[in-house]
C-alpha cells in the first residue's frame, strides 16, 4: 500500500521502541515490643538448716524488656531513551518477539543499553516506533563499563568486609 507507513511485521524489521519508565516504591514499618516479667523464690524449711539461715535464701528478680524501631525506604527510578530493535521471532498469534542492544563509548567509558520483549503489532504507532509501556515482558538493562563504572562500585575489600561483618 503505497500510502501507509511501513511498520514491523515480519522476522528482521526494525521497530524503535521508546523507553519512558518509572518505577517508584516505598515501604514503612514500625515495629514496638516489650516484655515485662517477675520471679520470686523462697524457702520456709530446710534439713539441717536454721531459721536465721532461711530468712536470707529469698530471691527476687525483674526483668523488662522494651524495643522500638522504625523504618522507611523510598525509591523512584526514571529510564527514559529510544533504540531500535530487531524482530527475532513472529509468535503463532502474530505477536514480535524484538531485542536489540545499543552501545555508546565515550573516552574510557561504555554504556550499554540492551531492550527486549514482545510487541503487539497493533500498538506500533506512526513511524514504526513503540512505547515500552506497551511491550509484554519487557526487559530494559543499562550498563556502563570504563572507569566511571569501576569508581562507583566498591572495592574487593570492602566487599569482604561487608560480607563477613554486614551492617
Same mark, same amino acid.
Given at each position: %500500500?503505497?500510502?501507509?507507513?511501513?511498520?514491523?511485521?515480519?522476522?528482521?524489521?526494525?521497530?524503535? /521502541?521508546?523507553?519512558?519508565?518509572?518505577?517508584?516504591?516505598?515501604?514503612?514499618?514500625?515495629?514496638?515490643i516489650?516484655?515485662?516479667?517477675?520471679?520470686?523464690? /523462697?524457702?520456709?524449711?530446710?534439713p539441717? $538448716?536454721?531459721?536465721?539461715?532461711?530468712?536470707?535464701?529469698?530471691?527476687? $528478680?525483674?526483668?523488662?524488656? $522494651?524495643?522500638?524501631?522504625?523504618?522507611?525506604?523510598d525509591s523512584?527510578?526514571?529510564?527514559? =531513551?529510544?533504540?531500535?530493535?530487531?524482530?527475532?521471532?513472529?509468535?503463532?498469534?502474530?505477536?514480535?518477539?524484538? /531485542?536489540?542492544?545499543k552501545?555508546?563509548?565515550?573516552?574510557?567509558?561504555?554504556?550499554?543499553?540492551?531492550?527486549s520483549?514482545?510487541?503487539?503489532? $497493533?500498538?506500533i504507532?506512526?513511524?514504526?516506533?513503540?512505547?515500552?509501556t506497551?511491550?509484554?515482558?519487557?526487559?530494559?538493562?543499562? %550498563? =556502563?563499563?570504563?572507569?566511571?563504572?569501576?569508581?562507583q562500585?566498591? =572495592?574487593?575489600?570492602? %566487599?569482604?568486609?561487608?560480607?563477613?561483618?554486614?551492617?
Amino acid at each position: %500500500r503505497p500510502f501507509e507507513d511501513r511498520r514491523a511485521r515480519v522476522v528482521g524489521d526494525t521497530p524503535t /521502541s521508546q523507553i519512558e519508565e518509572t518505577v517508584a516504591a516505598s515501604q514503612q514499618s514500625t515495629t514496638k515490643i516489650g516484655r515485662d516479667s517477675t520471679i520470686s523464690a /523462697s524457702t520456709s524449711a530446710l534439713p539441717f $538448716a536454721s531459721t536465721k539461715f532461711l530468712g536470707r535464701l529469698n530471691a527476687d $528478680a525483674t526483668s523488662n524488656v $522494651a524495643g522500638n524501631a522504625d523504618g522507611k525506604t523510598d525509591s523512584t527510578n526514571t529510564f527514559t =531513551g529510544v533504540i531500535t530493535v530487531t524482530v527475532h521471532q513472529v509468535l503463532p498469534n502474530g505477536n514480535l518477539l524484538v /531485542s536489540g542492544e545499543k552501545q555508546i563509548g565515550v573516552n574510557q567509558n561504555v554504556d550499554v543499553m540492551r531492550f527486549s520483549g514482545i510487541v503487539n503489532p $497493533a500498538t506500533i504507532r506512526a513511524g514504526n516506533q513503540v512505547s515500552s509501556t506497551q511491550v509484554a515482558e519487557a526487559r530494559v538493562e543499562q %550498563r =556502563g563499563r570504563g572507569d566511571v563504572g569501576k569508581v562507583q562500585g566498591l =572495592g574487593w575489600l570492602s %566487599r569482604f568486609f561487608l560480607t563477613v561483618a554486614p551492617v
